[in-house]
Each structure stands twice: as structure tokens, then as C-alpha cells.
């Protein structure tokens, strides 16, 4: 685990500031060597122990000042290193929190979609209704009744585009619940009053395929007499 940035910066801060300490006693040592040896500052060309005693102090302070230089360098490297280190996983880590917040967005938008098309009610175009009344028409036109259960709102818009295209191709409605069943049962119910043929199935078949419906998605049953049940299942 890598220390904390802040106080890697506020470590590294003190050190370049002590380093610009010793850096000036360094530059105080040079200069009171020059002083002593290139000059006549405080006489030390006619008083000998000054020339030596300002070498001396020159000395001891470019040392102190060498001293520091290095101790700020030895302090001064493995903190950037490791704050480099710091600042590189940071970055990683963002990158990796990115890409997570990126999938979670992804996956979110892919359920809202799903859920838009879950919640979308089912329309046919008009190039589709036009095909399955044209399978229709070719069948014997009986009464046709379309139930559907009361709570499901978009199982009645999709019963009442059904009955729409079998209006269309002059099949006649039943009377208002003419066929009703006590068994539940989810997605449409189409009730005839007649034999359904090929042409009736290749016409759900192209209702299904409308609704990218698979071809189990509907039944006939023939045992309910005296008419059929074609069940076309509820929105996929």
C-alpha cells in the first residue's frame, strides 16, 4: 500500500526547501574562499590568522552545505520515486474505475433497452398487415372472436390490431364474449367458429414472425368444440 499523496508532496516540499539551504551555505562556503584567497576583504593579506580563520569558517560551512546537498538528495529520491509509484497507481485505478463505471453503464442501458422493448406494445406495418390478410381472405370466413386478459394493457392494443386485420380481410366479429374460458391464461386468444386451415396458420405464422415471435409462441387446439382456439403467446 502506498503512502498517502499529500503527505508525500508536503515530505518532499520540506526537503527541496532544506536542499535551498544547504545550496546557499555551499555558495556562502565558495564565496568566503574567494574572499580569502582573491582578495583583500578584512585585510587578510596583511593579517595572516583572519586569511586563516575565514578559509576555516569558508570550509566548515561549504561542508555543511556539501553535506546537506547530499542528505536532501538521499531524502529527496525515494520520495519521488515513490510518489511517482502513488501517482501512477492512482491513475490505474482510475483507469480501472472508469472502465467498471463504463460496463455498469453499458449493462444499464442494455436493461433500459430491454425494458423498452419489453414495455413497447407490439405494431404490425403496413406492408405486414397487408400480407397476413392476404393469407386470410383465402380461408372460410367464420366468426371470429380475440380475448385477452383484463389486466394486461398491451395484450387488448395488440388483440384490437388483430381484430382490425381480420376485419380487414371481411371476417365477421362474434358477439361481445361469445367465448369465454375460466381457465387464466396470458398473451391473445383467437376463438373461430370454423376449421382453421394453412392459410390461417401461415397467417399467425407471419404474425409471429411480425413480432419476432417463434413459431411455439402459438397454438391451435382443436378440442375446444364447436369452435378453435389459436393462442398467440404474450410480448416477448
Request: glycine letters at 6%.
Given at each position: 500500500m502506498f503512502p498517502d499523496i499529500d503527505s508525500l508532496r508536503h515530505s518532499l516540499g520540506?526537503?527541496?526547501?532544506?536542499?535551498?539551504?544547504?545550496?546557499?551555505?555551499?555558495?556562502?562556503?565558495?564565496?568566503?574562499?574567494?574572499?580569502?584567497e582573491f582578495t583583500n576583504f578584512l585585510q587578510v593579506k596583511k593579517k595572516k590568522y583572519r586569511k586563516k580563520?575565514?578559509?576555516?569558517?569558508?570550509?566548515?560551512?561549504?561542508?555543511?552545505?556539501?553535506?546537506?546537498?547530499?542528505?536532501?538528495l538521499v531524502e529527496t529520491i525515494p520520495l519521488s520515486r515513490q510518489m511517482t509509484e502513488t501517482l501512477n497507481l492512482q491513475t490505474e485505478n482510475a483507469r480501472r474505475d472508469a472502465a467498471k463505471a463504463n460496463e455498469r453503464a453499458a449493462l444499464a442501458n442494455e436493461r433500459a433497452d430491454i425494458l423498452e422493448q419489453k414495455a413497447k406494445p407490439r405494431m404490425f406495418t403496413t406492408d405486414q398487415i397487408?400480407?397476413?390478410?392476404?393469407?386470410?381472405?383465402?380461408?372460410?370466413?367464420?366468426?371470429?372472436?380475440?380475448?385477452?386478459?383484463?389486466?394486461?394493457?398491451?395484450?387488448?392494443?395488440?388483440?384490437?390490431?388483430?381484430?382490425?386485420?381480420?376485419?380487414?380481410a371481411q371476417y365477421p366479429n362474434a358477439p361481445n364474449d361469445a367465448y369465454t374460458s375460466t381457465e387464466p391464461f396470458t398473451g391473445v386468444r383467437i376463438w373461430m367458429k370454423f376449421t382453421p386451415d394453412r392459410n390461417i396458420a401461415t397467417a399467425i405464422g407471419e404474425i409471429l414472425k411480425s413480432q419476432n415471435q417463434k413459431p411455439n409462441d402459438f397454438q391451435i387446439n382443436p378440442n375446444q368444440e364447436p369452435f378453435f382456439i389459436i393462442e398467440v403467446g404474450s410480448k416477448p
Open positions: 520540506f526537503w527541496e526547501k532544506l536542499n535551498y539551504i544547504f545550496t546557499f551555505c555551499v555558495l556562502i562556503g565558495v564565496l568566503g574562499e574567494f574572499l580569502a580563520r575565514l578559509n576555516k569558517a569558508s570550509v566548515i560551512v561549504l561542508l555543511i552545505g556539501l553535506a546537506g546537498e547530499l542528505l536532501c397487408s400480407t397476413i390478410a392476404h393469407f386470410l381472405q383465402y380461408s372460410p370466413r367464420g366468426a371470429v372472436d380475440i380475448s385477452f386478459p383484463a389486466s394486461d394493457v398491451e395484450a387488448k392494443n395488440f388483440a384490437n390490431t388483430l381484430r382490425f386485420i381480420f376485419n380487414l
